[in-house]
């Protein structure tokens, strides 16, 4: 069973940059793995997936200020945040991901990571 444990979130000002973790318990070299976020009020929405061949790929809303990246040799997935705006405040959470279409699904979540960008 797949555990992962999110980390690196924080309260930053508008146009900071934060790098979120997700670190695995188990093996997930052959997943693909995603972040997702729910803003207060909202829904869960995904951000960013990567396959198990290092294919990226990301929500219009994020696109070119966030990367997402893996290390599987140290069992780790990333997501490097730049140029944050407030509406990037939500809870982030990583988990294995596949997609249907442009519909992207998530499974054995992390418990969440906060991240809040003033203004």
């Known amino acids: 069973q797949v555990q992962l444990v999110e980390s690196g979130g924080g309260l930053v000002q508008a146009g900071d940059s934060l790098r979120l973790s997700c670190t695995a318990s188990g093996r997930t070299s052959n997943n693909n793995l995603g972040w997702f976020r729910q803003a207060p009020g909202k829904e869960r929405e995904f951000v960013a997936a990567?396959?198990?061949?290092?294919?990226?790929y990301y929500a219009d809303s994020i696109k070119g200020r966030f990367t997402i990246f893996r290390d599987k040799g140290k069992n780790t997935m990333y997501l490097q945040m730049n140029s944050l705006r407030p509406e990037d405040t939500a809870v982030y959470y990583c988990?294995?991901?596949?997609?249907?279409?442009?519909?992207?699904?998530?499974?054995?979540w992390g418990q969440g990571t906060q991240v809040t960008v003033s203004s």
């Open positions: 988990a294995v991901t596949w997609n249907s279409g442009r519909s992207w699904y998530g499974d054995y």
């Open positions: 990567i396959t198990y061949e290092y294919n990226a």
